[in-house]
């Protein structure tokens, strides 16, 4: 917690946020992240990512299949023919070590062996979470391998300003800083081409409503099942630069995004039913929430075109993402 009463619970199972509560334009605090009550449901329950740190490799791999220096690495494959999130057994699943904590700070960390999941190389990772007086969660991860290995970590809260479980998201006010994306093929799978944002749907620049565009016909929106798509970060000189920004209007809660990460994944809810009730028995309705995955692109290991995931042992994994939240 900090000094202006935001509150956030986590829990070492999946290293995730459970709660975080923050004020609206009254002062008037509400829990705006979708989740459980207990540890069983988090165990049993049908969207397992919900506020975990993703892990080892964040979003999909064609396949499940990528080369390092000729050596042909087969993954856990969990998602139709491909490999997501980490596989079967990713980081939401498995219960980390706390290293530390206090009233404002929590330090975990997770030890991978050799090929857990298919991957090369003994990981150590790390993540610290703190809650700062200027209302920011920050999240900085650290990974060191053994041997030439991917990596690929992110925070996959799923939000909704309205407070969680209170209707859908589409009237959420979304900026992206981002002058491109990665178009998807039918399995969600980049097909490779880096592609403006202008005159499409996923033009994000100034401040839009989510659902303003969510029915237009569009291949990439048929095949995301809405918004499911990765943004090419516009880059700054800052050590963390800003990513996004979404404001819910009538309670005016704002969360902005600011990472040193490549790329972000706008998730906007597209496979929540009604089906999952969540904390305080709330129904998590259809794009009743939205993600903002700090990342690098999807499939990245098998695209040279982008950013390389590939991490030595001589130089650790090291990222951060800041959510930092308001009510102007």
């Given at each position: 917690?900090n000094k202006?009463?935001?509150i956030?619970?986590l ?8 709660s ?21 449901d ?11 740190t993703?892990?080892?490799?964040a ?9 390092i220096?000729?050596?042909d690495f ?12 980490g596989g ?5 699943s ?13 330090f975990?960390?997770?030890?991978s062996?050799?090929?857990e999941?298919g ?14 007086d ?30 969680a479980g ?14 491109y ?15 403006k ?8 620049l100034l401040?839009?409503?989510i ?26 000189d ?5 990513a ?8 005016k ?12 994944q706008?998730?906007g ?8 009730r ?11 929430a ?9 499939d990245?290991?098998n ?11 001589e ?6 993402t800041?959510?930092?939240?308001s009510?102007?």
């Open positions: 917690r202006n009463g935001i956030s619970e829990t070492n199972y999946g290293a995730r946020v459970v975080l509560w923050v004020p609206d334009i009254n002062g008037s605090f509400d829990d705006i992240v979708l989740g459980c009550s207990t540890l069983d988090y165990i049993s329950i049908k969207e397992r990512y919900f506020g975990a993703i892990g080892r490799y979003n999909r791999i064609k396949n499940g299949k990528f080369k220096n000729n050596t087969i993954l856990k494959k969990n998602n139709g023919p491909n490999h997501l999130h079967n057994k990713g980081f939401e498995v219960v980390w070590k706390v290293n530390s904590f206090t009233e404002n700070k929590l975990l960390s997770y030890f062996p050799h090929m999941e991957y090369p190389g003994n990981l150590t990772v790390s993540v610290e979470y703190q809650l700062t200027e209302n920011e969660l920050s999240i900085q991860y650290f990974a060191q391998s053994d041997q030439t290995t991917i990596i690929n970590l992110t925070h996959h809260s799923f939000f909704n300003l309205k407070g209170n209707g859908n998201v589409n009237d959420h006010l979304l900026q992206i800083n981002a002058d994306f990665t178009p998807i093929d039918d399995q969600l799978i980049p097909t490779g081409v880096i592609q944002v202008v005159n499409t749907p996923f033009d994000f401040p839009t409503q659902g303003s565009r969510i029915d237009a016909l569009d291949d990439q929106l048929t095949y995301g099942h809405g918004y499911d798509h990765n943004y090419v970060l516009n880059p700054s800052s050590i963390v630069s800003f996004a920004r979404v404001v819910e209007p009538v309670s809660r704002t969360l902005e995004v600011y990472t040193n990460e490549p790329g972000m706008f998730y809810g597209n496979f929540l039913d009604g089906t999952v969540g904390k305080r028995d709330k129904s998590y309705e259809y794009r009743g939205f993600c903002l995955e700090t990342q690098h692109f999807p990245s290991i695209h040279p075109n982008f950013p390389s995931p590939i991490v030595r042992p130089s650790p994994f090291v990222s951060e800041i959510f930092a939240f009510n102007k």
